[in-house]
Structure formats: structure tokens, C-alpha cells
């Protein structure tokens, strides 16, 4: 499968890969202990450029496209070997800030765009409640019209940089028309008042990025915080979904290629019976058909990724890229766990933070029964 990058992408490649080897893997133990990242490694990145990659230069990015995002964060899944690191960054760079430039006006990026691709604040992407999931339609959070903008009430919950989050692009009822209808785009300040983070959830892996339940009680929300039409939100919150799942393939990619170097490297050097386990055909054989399962998702990934930047319709690619990638990676992970033995079972290796990272991805951004909910569609089903 021939990648869609050029040179320059594959340049950054190689800059993420040395800044991901030098300042973020040393420290990655240390964060996911600590569940969460400093602020000072969003400063760092933007510094970098990594956070405004595909966002014109007029607002501090680097004039990028889509490529040089999806760059990034293959890099970063293969180097940096923590989901946790991944997720904090690319929830507020990927997730929170392109509806901003895609759907704000001029006032809006510069209030929140700007200071997001400089690293001076931080951006989440509230869509899912207690009690709406993948049923996005199933929101209960409403935004009530007022003569200056709107009072918001309810809650959301499994927000990444959801403790942390400077400004949260909120999707809320703002009319009582069932269903797709009367979803809107509010951002909500976190200084606020009525604005709450009531919780930091404990989770099984991405330990690393903080993870918050947020609550609102009569916030009052300027009109200026709009983001698009009023009632035109399940547009936007679509339009964002198939970057995101998009991006969660992209991830996948590059964390199964990072377990396939570790299993191959292991097996070379591990020595049983008197030669490496790598020369038993039950290994060989296993690790093969890990490389062919992470080709396969490379192939579906990078057919999705060429449809997207050419702006051509791919919501069924993508649905089949991220269906795929997302349950490949976590059989990669078991595998090259099993590979390891009790050393696979240890932190040591790094490969049981492997494990756990990769059972979000059936889950998250799109469950694997909605994926396939989306592809049966697609074919006329």
C-alpha cells in the first residue's frame, strides 16, 4: 500500500519522531501515574507548530493539510507508545479547535483558535451525557434562548481534557424538535459561573489524559459563543465525527506498528530451547498474521485519509477503517503480550498499557455496532 505523504510530510515524520523520543516518551510513566500531562507540553508542541498543522498561518499554524495532522498522529501513537498522551493533545488540536476554524467567525478564532494553536489554552468536545451516547439525536442538555444568548443547563460526561479544558465546544438543545433537529454548537467558558467539573474519572488505560464529567447550572452564555447556525449543530457534530474516527484509525496504525517492532525485536533477542523464540513457526506464524491484520488497517486508513483530503464523500471508509483498525490493534496487543510472556504481563515493556489503551477504540468516537450500523447503510442496507 503506497502511503499518501510526500517528502514534507515524511520530514515531519522524522520531527515528531525526535521530539516524541527526546521530551515526551522519557516522562510517559511519570504522567500516566500522574493522570494527566503538564500544560507546559501543549506550550511545547506549539512551539513546535504541531498544534496548528493544518490551520492557515494567519492564526499561528503552519498551513498544512490534512496529511501533515494524520503525520502527526501516527507518529505519535508509534512513538510516544501511551493513548493517554495522544488523546489529551489530539482532543484539544484534532477535536475541539477544527470546529472552531470550520464553523466560527472571524471573533470567535480569535478568541479561542489563536490561543488554541499556541498552547495558551486548552479546548475539550462535549457531546456525550449520561444518558446519550452514540445516540447523539438523545442529547438532554439544553441551552434556553434569552434576550443576551442563552442559559444552559445539564451535563456531560466522558470529556478528554474534560478536568482541565479552558473552553468546551458544547453541543446543546436550543428547540424542542425531536430528534436531529434543534442541536446547537455553544462554547462554553470554564470560568463561568454554573460551569462545574464535578468529576475526574478513573479509567482501565489512556490514564494519561484527564477524563472529566462536567455539569451546568443556569450558565449564561453570551450569543457571540454560537458557533454556525442555531439548530444546525448535528451537521457540525457529523462533520467532526468523521475526522475523529479518521484520526482514531490513523492512531491504531501506528500503535499496532509499534507493538509489531517491539514483538519482532523481542523475538529476536529471546532465546528458548537454545535459539530465539523467533525461529519457532508458532511465533513466526503469529507475528505474520499480526503484520498482515496492521496492513490491512493501513490499507482501509490510508484510502480513507486520500478520500477526506480530497473532500470526497468517505463516510463508509471511514467507518470500515476505524471498524477494523480499532478491534486489529487490541488482538495485536494481546498478542504481542502473549509474545512476551510474564514480562508482556509487567509494566516493563510497556505492552499492558498497550493492551488497555486499545479496548477504548471499539468504544469511543462511534462504538463497532454503530460503525457497522453506518456501513450496512452506506450499501443501501
Not at 71 to 84: D, I
Not at 294 to 314: H, I, K, W
Amino acid at each position: 500500500m503506497l502511503p499518501p505523504f510526500g517528502a514534507e510530510h515524511e520530514e515531519l515524520r522524522q520531527t515528531v519522531a525526535r521530539f516524541v523520543a527526546a521530551e515526551v516518551a522519557p516522562h510517559v510513566d511519570e504522567w500516566e501515574r500522574a493522570e494527566e500531562v503538564p500544560r507546559e507540553l501543549y506550550r511545547r508542541c506549539a512551539e513546535l507548530g504541531f498544534l496548528g498543522l493544518k490551520f492557515p498561518e494567519a492564526y499561528g499554524g503552519q498551513g498544512g493539510d490534512h496529511l501533515h495532522d494524520a503525520v502527526w498522529v501516527e507518529e505519535l501513537a508509534r512513538s510516544g507508545g501511551s493513548g493517554g498522551v495522544a488523546a489529551g493533545l489530539n482532543a484539544h488540536a484534532s477535536i475541539a479547535l477544527p470546529p472552531i476554524f470550520n464553523f466560527g467567525d472571524e471573533d470567535q478564532r480569535q478568541r479561542w483558535l489563536v490561543p488554541g494553536i499556541a498552547g495558551e489554552k486548552i479546548g475539550a468536545l462535549g457531546i456525550t451525557e449520561p444518558g446519550a451516547g452514540s445516540d447523539v439525536a438523545a442529547i438532554a442538555t439544553t441551552a434556553r434562548k434569552t434576550a443576551d444568548g442563552y442559559v444552559v443547563n445539564g451535563a456531560k460526561t466522558f470529556i478528554t481534557n474534560g478536568v482541565r479544558a479552558d473552553f468546551l465546544v458544547c453541543a446543546c438543545k436550543t428547540s424542542e424538535a425531536g430528534g436531529h433537529g434543534g442541536i446547537s454548537f455553544l462554547v462554553l467558558e470554564r470560568e463561568m459561573p454554573g460551569y462545574e467539573v464535578t468529576r475526574k474519572l478513573e479509567k482501565l488505560g489512556w490514564q494519561s489524559s484527564d477524563t472529566g464529567e462536567l455539569s451546568f447550572t443556569d450558565v449564561e452564555v453570551p450569543a457571540a459563543n454560537l458557533l454556525g447556525e442555531e439548530n444546525g449543530g448535528f451537521k457540525l457534530i457529523m462533520a467532526n465525527f468523521a475526522w475523529e474516527r479518521l484520526l482514531m484509525a490513523i492512531g491504531a496504525v501506528g500503535a499496532m506498528q509499534r507493538l509489531i517492532e517491539t514483538a519482532v525485536a523481542y523475538a529476536t533477542d529471546r532465546k528458548a530451547f537454545g535459539c530465539p523464540i523467533g525461529k519457532f513457526q508458532a511465533i513466526r506464524h503469529q507475528i505474520a498474521e499480526m503484520a498482515t491484520k496492521a496492513e490491512v488497517s493501513r490499507a482501509l486508513t490510508y484510502d480513507a485519509l486520500r478520500l477526506f483530503q480530497a473532500g470526497r464523500p468517505c463516510i463508509g471508509e471511514v467507518s470500515m477503517a476505524k471498524l477494523h483498525s480499532q478491534r486489529a490493534v487490541l488482538e495485536i496487543a494481546d498478542q504481542t503480550l502473549q509474545i512476551h510472556g510474564g514480562y508482556g504481563y509487567t509494566r516493563e515493556y510497556g505492552i499492558e498499557r498497550a493492551v488497555r489503551d486499545a479496548r477504548l477504540g471499539p468504544i469511543g468516537g462511534g462504538t463497532d455496532e454503530v460503525m457497522k450500523e453506518i456501513i450496512g447503510k452506506t450499501m443501501g442496507l
